[in-house]
């Protein structure tokens, strides 16, 4: 239970659930999909508890991941100091809030490093929402037993799943449509690197699914057209789809003549680890696409600091924590001489120890080791002989075991294969003899055996001869790689047990 987390799609008309645990594959405990269209929104946060309730969740800490007036830029930079970085992202912040918007919180997460003409710079993504989002959430939350580690987006959770369970083809882009109520977030993904993000807010009222399917596909093909128009190089290479919306399918085997792209969902079930969950697993699967920025939300190394976070001075404090790099690598440097001294002289200290304890040990060595083989050889002959004692104190007095089977190849038929012959040793012996007889026929085959059978019961040794179950007639195909035609044989399979005396 110390190490559950549970990742949260919020929205205030459905919020989807889902409790992990990180590992080398994440493990799923429970999850819960809310629908609160017709829950008064002052009763949301107490239909929440009741859900954390009846469902038995027992994690403690949320991830959240949000759905609002947000905005998603890529940029591009050379390694920066803590306070230049702070400074850089809070510069372009401002750039991409919205006119008329004052308050709006930032975060950013440095996603990998690239060289461009010799020089190394990074990748970061920038993401602005509007505080009131953010104040939503954690108003939400605050009604709940949950403590809140991490506010993060759809867009960027959806994005973070893709990296732990996406193989990436090299410079291919792949456009990723997630459905979020009445949100539509259109992603182009290369890398693991978010190049364009955008939210279409449909409202399908009374719509028919074929006329989602046209409305989504038209604006689908206007996202293409303006990523193209951005990134005219780039060569899209497939569509996932995820989210809670029934047109997911219909889109998907749509996507390859309306958009040239071959679109599948987002495929991560082997991913997961089912050990512990609670609940049906055939109805988890069923609401897997709708979990998928629930559970990227919940999937990363360090919950709460890793990735995005819009928590008010989340960021800030993780930029007071990093530590100047120049420093921090002087420092490191004269600790490693140190150490590097420190370990050498330990090491030279022990090693004269050690190789006197060696020889010392071999020297024992040499006079114990043959009497242990010694030892070991007399302990295998004594259970060998046990072993043998045991089985013939088993069988021996109950019959003549070699004229038992002597007797028995006398009325064997030459068409009769014994596959197996078990005997118990029991308060009632017996013997089971199974196998089978191959004939032109069955009536043939059935005689052979019947024949067996009745001089099995002749035989003086056994006190009743019984048939468990009836004989299972089969063919077998006995042609050979000389044989012109196939033959056919009849195949009699039986079980006869034999009850000792």
Same mark, same amino acid.
């Given at each position: 239970?110390?190490?559950?987390?549970?990742?949260?799609?919020?929205?205030?008309?459905?919020?989807?659930?889902?409790?992990?645990?990180?590992?080398?594959?994440?493990?799923?405990? @429970?999850?819960?999909?809310?629908?609160?269209?017709?829950?008064?929104?002052?009763?949301?946060?107490?239909?929440?508890?009741?859900?954390?309730?009846?469902?038995? /969740?027992?994690?403690? =800490?949320?991830?959240?991941?949000?759905?609002?007036?947000?905005?998603?830029?890529?940029?591009?930079?050379?390694?920066?100091?803590?306070?230049?970085?702070?400074?850089?992202?809070?510069?372009?912040?401002?750039?991409?809030?919205?006119?008329?918007?004052?308050?709006?919180?930032?975060?950013?997460?440095?996603?990998?490093?690239?060289?461009?003409?010799?020089?190394?710079?990074?990748?970061?993504?920038?993401?602005?929402?509007?505080?009131?989002?953010?104040?939503?959430?954690?108003?939400?939350?605050?009604?709940?037993?949950?403590?809140?580690?991490?506010?993060?987006?759809?867009?960027?959770?959806?994005?973070?799943?893709?990296?732990?369970?996406?193989?990436?083809?090299?410079?291919?882009?792949?456009?990723?449509?997630?459905?979020?109520?009445?949100?539509?977030?259109?992603?182009?993904?290369?890398?693991?690197?978010?190049?364009?993000?955008?939210?279409?807010?449909?409202?399908?009222?009374?719509?028919?699914?074929?006329?989602?399917?046209?409305?989504?596909?038209?604006?689908?093909?206007?996202?293409?057209?303006?990523?193209?128009?951005?990134?005219?190089?780039?060569?899209?290479?497939?569509?996932?789809?995820?989210?809670?919306?029934?047109?997911?399918?219909?889109?998907?085997?749509?996507?390859?003549?309306?958009?040239?792209?071959?679109?599948?969902?987002?495929?991560?079930?082997?991913?997961?680890?089912?050990?512990?969950?609670?609940?049906?697993?055939?109805?988890?699967?069923?609401?897997?696409?709708?979990?998928?920025?629930?559970?990227?939300?919940?999937?990363?190394?360090?919950?709460?600091?890793?990735?995005?976070?819009?928590?008010?001075?989340?960021?800030?404090?993780?930029?007071?924590?990093?530590? @100047?790099?120049?420093?921090?690598?002087?420092?490191?440097?004269?600790?490693?001489?140190?150490?590097?001294?420190?370990?050498?002289?330990?090491?030279?200290?022990?090693?004269?120890?050690?190789?006197?304890?060696?020889?010392?040990?071999?020297?024992?060595?040499?006079?114990?080791?043959?009497?242990?083989?010694?030892?070991?050889?007399?302990?295998?002959?004594?259970?060998?002989?046990?072993?043998?004692?045991? /089985?013939?104190?088993?069988?021996?007095?109950?019959?003549?075991?070699? =004229?038992?089977?002597?007797?028995?190849?006398?009325?064997?038929?030459?068409?009769?294969?014994?596959?197996?012959?078990?005997?118990?040793?029991?308060?009632?012996?017996?013997?089971?003899?199974?196998?089978?007889?191959?004939?032109?026929?069955?009536?043939?085959?059935?005689?052979?055996?019947?024949? /067996?059978?009745?001089?099995?019961?002749?035989?003086?040794? /056994?006190?009743?001869?019984?048939?468990?179950?009836?004989?299972?007639?089969?063919?077998?195909?006995?042609?050979?790689?000389?044989?012109?035609?196939?033959?056919?044989?009849?195949?009699?399979?039986?079980?006869?047990?034999?009850?000792?005396?």
């Amino acid at each position: 239970m110390a190490n559950r987390i549970l990742g949260i799609e919020y929205a205030d008309d459905r919020i989807k659930i889902v409790e992990v645990g990180l590992g080398r594959r994440l493990r799923i405990f @429970n999850f819960a999909v809310i629908d609160n269209r017709s829950v008064d929104p002052q009763r949301r946060a107490e239909q929440f508890n009741h859900t954390l309730q009846v469902r038995g /969740f027992e994690a403690k =800490e949320a991830l959240v991941a949000s759905s609002g007036n947000v905005e998603h830029r890529l940029l591009t930079l050379p390694p920066l100091s803590t306070r230049e970085m702070h400074f850089v992202m809070q510069r372009e912040s401002k750039k991409l809030a919205p006119a008329g918007i004052a308050e709006m919180i930032w975060s950013y997460d440095v996603l990998k490093t690239k060289e461009e003409l010799g020089i190394k710079k990074n990748q970061i993504l920038l993401v602005t929402a509007e505080r009131p989002m953010v104040d939503a959430a954690q108003q939400f939350f605050s009604q709940t037993r949950l403590k809140l580690l991490q506010v993060t987006t759809v867009p960027e959770a959806v994005l973070n799943l893709l990296r732990q369970v996406t193989a990436w083809k090299k410079d291919a882009v792949r456009t990723v449509v997630h459905f979020a109520g009445d949100l539509v977030h259109i992603l182009f993904v290369q890398d693991g690197v978010l190049l364009l993000s955008r939210e279409v807010r449909f409202d399908y009222g009374d719509t028919q699914q074929s006329d989602q399917v046209e409305r989504i596909t038209s604006e689908l093909k206007r996202s293409t057209m303006y990523f193209r128009q951005n990134y005219p190089q780039a060569q899209l290479d497939q569509i996932f789809f995820s989210g809670d919306n029934d047109v997911i399918g219909a889109l998907s085997s749509r996507s390859a003549d309306e958009l040239n792209l071959h679109g599948s969902l987002i495929q991560f079930e082997e991913n997961l680890e089912k050990s512990g969950f609670r609940g049906n697993w055939d109805e988890f699967r069923f609401n897997l696409p709708a979990l998928t920025a629930a559970i990227g939300a919940a999937w990363r190394k360090t919950p709460g600091i890793t990735g995005v976070n819009l928590l008010p001075g989340k960021t800030q404090a993780r930029e007071q924590a990093g530590l @100047n790099p120049t420093k921090v690598a002087r420092t490191a440097c004269a600790v490693a001489v140190a150490i590097a001294l420190l370990i050498g002289a330990y090491y030279l200290r022990e090693k004269g120890k050690i190789d006197a304890d060696r020889q010392t040990f071999t020297q024992r060595a040499a006079i114990v080791d043959p009497k242990l083989q010694q030892a070991t050889e007399m302990m295998a002959l004594s259970n060998s002989a046990e072993q043998r004692s045991a /089985f013939l104190h088993r069988v021996e007095p109950r019959a003549d075991w070699t =004229e038992i089977f002597r007797s028995l190849t006398f009325i064997v038929p030459e068409t009769a294969v014994f596959d197996a012959i078990q005997v118990q040793s029991a308060d009632r012996p017996k013997m089971t003899i199974r196998g089978h007889l191959s004939a032109l026929t069955a009536a043939q085959g059935n005689a052979d055996f019947n024949r /067996f059978f009745s001089s099995l019961r002749a035989l003086p040794f /056994f006190k009743t001869v019984t048939m468990p179950k009836p004989t299972a007639v089969s063919y077998e195909d006995t042609a050979t790689a000389g044989q012109v035609s196939t033959q056919i044989r009849s195949k009699v399979s039986f079980e006869v047990e034999c009850q000792l005396p």
